[in-house]
């Protein structure tokens, strides 16, 4: 079983920056692509950035240029660094990770979500 724990959501004024950051634990053999995505109320979950294990990111439009998806030393780290914040960006964010456990099965696994609020 594989877990994702967040940190790092709250309230900040427009422009402004966090940085959230995202923690997998468990029988990990391999992370293959860890990922944000969020939701706003009434809306679907949405990718908001991803990252392979070789590096390689993909951004939502709305986000390209803001924000930056990275992966920490130990490959079991992501961290979303947003700036230039908005009010449209409120929602809440989810960590996300596909990959191999030990026993080689395939996992997909979600984070409890951590909210992000930008607001004057």
């Known amino acids: 079983q594989v877990q994702l724990v967040e940190s790092g959501g709250g309230l900040v004024q427009p422009g402004g920056t966090l940085r959230l950051s995202c923690a997998a634990s468990?029988?990990?053999?391999?992370?293959?692509?860890m990922g944000w995505f969020h939701q706003a109320p009434g809306k679907q979950r949405e990718l908001v950035a991803q990252i392979t294990s070789s590096g390689r990111t993909d951004y939502a439009d709305s986000v390209s240029g803001r924000f930056t998806i990275s992966r920490g030393g130990a490959k079991n780290t992501v961290y979303l660094q947003m700036g230039g914040l908005k009010p449209e960006d409120t929602a809440v964010y989810y960590c996300?990770?596909?990959?191999?456990?030990?026993?080689?099965?395939?996992?997909?696994?979600w984070g409890q979500g951590t909210q992000v609020t930008v607001s004057s």
């Open positions: 468990g029988s990990i053999s391999s992370i293959g692509v």
């Open positions: 996300h990770a596909e990959g191999l456990t030990t026993y080689f099965r395939a996992f997909n696994s």
